[in-house]
């Protein structure tokens, strides 16, 4: 907005009657200096445009070459995030009533926005490839624990410390596990580690170890909104000997081990990495309300998880 300022000029003859009375003169100037104010401000406020600044996490592997980030696409992507929250989350079970769930607030439009707003999240939706759509009844205690075994990608390993300032106290560290192929449970749950590791350091002390999982790692308990320390929510416990694989078993380690984390095969060999399994001595699982069930070893392994 471009704003010029004239100058005027009005003559005042009082004796000969012409021009204009001087209060009237006066309003007229105190007109023009407020609209001269008001023209500068205006022409400030043009020098500034506001943005809102929105960032999502996004995994290097789903990343879009060619996506649509504008900004009139983003804003659509996040009302779809909220969509699939909605999803996951019934709005009758986490929002009051009457209340509009953010999934309803706009609807956005296009399928390509779906498409991207899907790859959005730093976790994914959907179910495990293979997965056979759901744990087992929760009174199907030695097949739960065997589902909750196979389908877990990773684990909490818990160790008694060897470091010196922790030396004889609770040392924990996570994990990539399987127990097998995605096809073949065998309820024996597998490890690549490293000497570096402080946990492998702990077990040439004692090899006694227990391993824990959570069924909170997967979509069920986001599904039924199952806090991860409800007792409906299940976890388990499996405690044992942690030994190197013998040669003979060593080739089908690798298949379970490398066909569910396959970037491990490309990890550096100058880490020395090796294979371990865990000997179970017991089985701990709280699957439900009203206690725990510590499972026999014989009927572990006789369930299965599919």
């Known amino acids: 907005m471009a704003f010029t300022h ?3 000029f009005l003559h005042c003859d009082n004796e000969s009657g012409g021009g204009r009375p001087l209060p009237e003169l006066n309003e007229m100037r105190t007109l ?3 609209l001269a104010l008001l023209a500068s401000v205006l022409c400030l406020c043009r020098a500034y445009t506001l943005r809102t600044s929105v960032s999502w996490v996004v995994s290097s592997n789903d ?3 060619d996506a649509d980030l504008s900004e009139e696409v983003a804003p659509a992507l ?3 995030g909220a969509g699939l929250w909605k999803q996951a989350y019934p709005s009758s079970s986490v929002l009051g009533d009457g209340v509009e769930s953010p999934g309803e607030l706009v609807k956005p439009e296009g399928d390509d926005v779906g498409r991207l707003s899907s790859r959005l999240f730093s976790y994914r939706l959907e179910k495990v490839s293979g997965s056979s759509g759901g744990p087992p009844p929760h009174q199907e205690t030695a097949r739960t624990a065997r589902y909750i075994a196979h389908y877990s990608d990773w684990g909490h390993l818990a160790t008694i410390s060897t470091q010196d300032k922790i030396k004889g106290l609770p040392f924990g560290n996570i994990f990539s596990v399987s127990d097998g192929p995605l096809d073949n449970s065998t309820g024996v749950i597998y490890f690549y580690v490293t000497p570096m590791d402080y946990t492998v350091t702990d077990l040439k ?3 006694y170890a227990s391993l824990t999982f959570s069924e909170a790692e997967g979509e069920f308990c986001r599904q039924m909104v199952y806090d991860p320390e409800d007792p409906r929510c299940a976890r388990l416990t499996l405690t044992g000997k942690m030994v190197e694989v013998p040669l003979e078993e060593l080739a089908f380690a690798k298949e ?3 066909s569910r984390h396959p970037v491990m095969a490309k990890w550096p060999v100058g880490h020395k990495w090796f294979f371990m399994k865990l000997e179970l001595v017991q089985v701990w699982l709280q ?3 009203g206690g725990v069930s510590l499972i026999p070893l014989e009927d572990y392994f006789k369930a299965t998880p599919f």
């Open 6 to 8: 004239s100058r005027v």
């Open 256 to 258: 379970a081990v490398f």
């Open 205 to 207: 002390s004692n090899p």
């Open 63 to 65: 990343v879009v070459e």
């Open 32 to 34: 023009y200096r407020l």
């Open 78 to 80: 996040l009302v779809d």
């Open 287 to 289: 699957d439900w309300v």
